[in-house]
């Protein structure tokens, strides 16, 4: 009896020991983080052109004047929102063929990086690496040079987006393809099919749903992203934001009928695709 | 039994096959039409031919290479040499380099690659160019009298009445009235570690060790490893210590906004989670409103709120942190709802308040989906900052606009692409590292 409850006793005291060094552990990662975030706001404050406490107080009034001055103007409303809905298909189109695109190359890209796929096996590092930069190169990097050559317009900020969508995607699509079944893919080599046609008939039908939700995502992040390189120039109605922002008062009421239009096709893409993906995977999110 | 079924299962394979088929190339039939409706409505073919190779040909010359100018005033006789031809890169008490030479009576001498020379008499200037001539240019007051080889002009010389250019490959020279400049062209990013004026200018790494181990100490009694750390982290040209500044910031705005939006969603999620919520109206309430907060998306709160904060990086932090309050929201409660009841009961029948279930119960369980989404969004948020700073002013985003604006600092530009590009590969690998340990548990 002695024993039993001797190293019973040993147990508890070195579980308490090693619980109470997890919690001064974790007291510890959380005072560093809190103190880095606190010191973080006061350094971003410091460099901020108005404070925030200046700030908090103005953060109605931009939104007041927009909102008083669609008011004002209401019966023109519906007509401004029609006279921006061809620059707001520009967005979305800049968006659509972009990930059309950068899927595209995204399939090519995952399938000869994915091990037991690869056309080339030797060459699967340099396909990684080359979608981690493609990946890691943000879209205004590539819109702003693709601007200074091919003018403004649409088409830099579609190769700037379809560019990193093709990283992006590629990685996704890849890791999928690791969990890809590979039976089919070695019956369709007892028949002896080529590379393309073991990839088209044996992976592309197992991935696709994934694939599909995937690209559904990433459509929807495009849309954001075409709206925002708009905004430094890469035409759609990012563009024509900036110019009614640049006019400021008298115009507002047209900003306001782009939030409007932005608003709605966010939110519209956003649940429409939360729905297709839903089904698609059978998930919820 | 199997005999009698196995005809029409073929058949029906067979037709299964073709609708298949059917399908997939109508798939590709659809992509490739709207693919080219966009080549034809986004005018590829035109907005292709127009491009300006002339600019896509100076930015990538100039991305890769600088140019030294020597100018000539043509009113007081004087010559100055300067890198890029600014204030910051000039040769003052400095030995000039080999291609230039100056002799006694005022008058300079430059021998360009291929035995191209150029060489200065009082006002005027000739250029020897082999395979073609001597180009004699002499600028006044009236204007540049130029006489040329016999022949047709060549297109390298554009000439008029006061203004002579000549572009050759192994340099450049323009000349009016007022002074007559000469661009030579090399490879490299001149004055990268130091400027001219620093004492360490031109000496290689081992030198420099030499100098920080080196028993003579500098003139001014400054140590030399901190006058060279001075000189390369303030170097005039490059800036480093502001570049360094801006990619923190970038960083700065991306931590922020991340991890702020993280605390606040985690508290809200609880009222928005259908199994936590108090009240059926609150949670309908807090789902509209990161509804709300990611449709409005980070371009329109970046412009809200720079009205308001003004340009900078704590402007950029809070348009990350409504945004991804949003899109965190929803994650997290969505998260919520999924959590494990045993565990949450076991915590219960001890006898602990709600707090305490929640701490013990519930967040052991949710705490690495989290913490591995926040880790993950904290990646794609060191590019979005990177945006964001180009329309709020801060980060290396303003940079880079700003020198892709003066469109001949390219060099730069380029400077600027790989530190950004080296900081999201970091960023990454440093989030995915963490997101490993946290699935692995320790």
């Known amino acids: 009896m002695q024993p039993k409850t001797f190293g019973h006793q040993i147990r508890r005291s070195a579980y308490f020991a090693h619980l109470a060094k997890r919690r001064i ?19 971003a404050n410091d460099r901020n052109a108005g404070g925030f406490w200046d700030g908090i107080n103005q953060l109605g009034d931009f939104p007041y004047e927009v909102l008083s001055e669609a008011g004002e103007k209401f019966l023109e409303l519906p007509s401004h929102l029609l006279t921006y809905l061809p620059a707001l298909l520009e967005t979305i189109h800049i968006a659509g063929a972009a990930t059309l695109v950068g899927a595209l190359s995204g399939l090519f890209l995952s399938l000869l990086s994915t091990r037991g796929l690869a056309y080339w096996p030797w060459a699967i590092p340099i396909f990684r690496r080359m979608m981690d930069i493609m990946r890691a190169i943000p879209e205004i990097v590539i819109a702003l040079v693709l601007i200074f050559v091919l003018g403004g317009g649409p088409i830099p900020a579609m190769i700037a987006i379809a560019f990193h969508t093709a990283g992006a995607l590629g990685k996704q699509f ?37 694939y599909l939700s995937y690209g559904l995502m990433r459509f929807e992040i495009n849309i954001r992203a075409s709206a925002i390189l708009g905004f430094v120039g890469a035409g759609g109605i990012g563009y024509e934001l900036r110019n009614t922002m640049s006019w400021g008062k008298g115009k507002y009421d047209e900003a306001a009928a782009i939030f409007i239009l932005l608003f709605l096709t966010i939110v519209l893409v956003d649940q429409l695709s939360s729905l297709v993906r839903s089904r698609l995977i059978g998930t919820t999110g | ?40 409505s986004f005018d590829f073919y035109n907005v292709f031919r127009e491009a300006r190779s002339d600019n896509a040909s100076i930015l990538l010359s100039d991305s890769l290479s600088y140019k030294t100018h020597l100018t ?3 009113r007081n006789n004087q010559f100055s040499l300067a890198i890029e031809g600014e204030k910051k890169g000039e040769y003052i008490d400095r030995d000039w380099p080999r291609w230039v030479s ?28 082999p395979g073609y001539g001597d180009i004699i240019a002499i600028p006044s007051k009236q204007g540049v009298k130029t006489s040329l080889p016999e022949g047709e002009i060549p ?95 970038t960083i700065l705005m991306a931590f922020l906004g991340t991890f702020g ?21 609150l949670r309908f309430l807090l789902r509209r409103l990161f509804d709300f907060l990611r449709g409005v998306d980070g371009l329109i709160w970046t412009i809200i709120l720079s009205r308001a904060f003004g340009p900078g990086p704590l402007t950029g932090s809070l348009a990350i942190l409504l945004t991804d309050t949003g899109t965190f929201g929803k994650l997290f409660s969505e998260a919520l709802e999924n959590v494990d009841n045993k565990q949450i009961e076991g915590v219960r029948s001890t006898g602990s308040n709600s707090l305490l279930t929640n701490r013990f119960g519930v967040i052991p369980q949710i705490m690495p989906v989290l913490l591995s989404q926040v880790l993950y969004y904290m990646e794609s948020n060191t590019r979005s900052a990177t945006v964001i700073g180009a329309i709020v002013g801060g980060g290396i985003g303003l940079l ?22 080296l900081m999201v590969i970091l960023m990454d690998t440093l989030s995915g590292f963490l997101r490993r340990r946290l699935i692995k548990g320790k």
């Open chain 1, 25 to 43: 552990y974790s007291s510890i990662i959380i005072l560093v983080f809190t103190m880095l975030i606190i010191s973080g706001f006061i350094v």
């Open chain 1, 174 to 210: 890849s890791e999928v393809n690791e969990n890809v079944d590979t039976k089919p893919i070695d019956g369709l080599l007892s028949v002896g099919a080529k590379w393309f046609q073991r990839m088209w008939l044996g992976v592309v039908p197992q991935v696709s749903p994934n």
């Open chain 2, 1 to 40: 039994m199997s005999n009698t079924s196995y005809p029409p299962q073929t058949a029906y394979a067979a037709s299964f096959m073709i609708r298949k088929k059917r399908i997939s190339i109508g798939i590709l039939a659809l992509i490739l039409f709207y693919l080219s409706y966009i080549f034809i």
């Open chain 2, 72 to 74: 000539r005033d043509n």
């Open chain 2, 102 to 129: 100056l002799n006694d009576n005022g008058n300079a001498t430059v021998i360009l690659e291929k035995n191209h020379i150029i060489s200065f008499n009082g006002n005027e200037v000739t250029f020897s160019i």
């Open chain 2, 155 to 249: 297109s390298f010389i554009n000439l008029s009445k006061n203004r002579l250019n000549v572009t050759t490959p192994a340099g450049r020279m323009s000349v009016t009235k007022a002074k007559t400049t000469i661009f030579k062209y090399d490879y490299g990013w001149e004055l990268f570690f130091f400027t001219l004026t620093s004492d360490y200018y031109g000496k290689s790494f081992s030198e420099l060790l030499g100098d920080v181990f080196s028993s003579m100490p500098r003139a001014d009694g400054r140590s030399h490893a901190s006058a060279i750390f001075h000189d390369f982290w303030y170097n005039p040209m490059w800036r480093h210590g502001e570049v360094a500044w801006a990619l923190l910031e």
């Open chain 2, 261 to 281: 939006a993280a605390i606040f969603a985690i508290l809200l999620a609880f009222f928005a989670a259908m199994n936590f919520a108090p009240s059926r109206i």
């Open chain 2, 400 to 421: 880079l606009t700003q020198a892709i604006i003066t469109q001949k600092d390219w060099e730069e530009v380029t400077y600027y692409i790989v530190l950004i590009i």
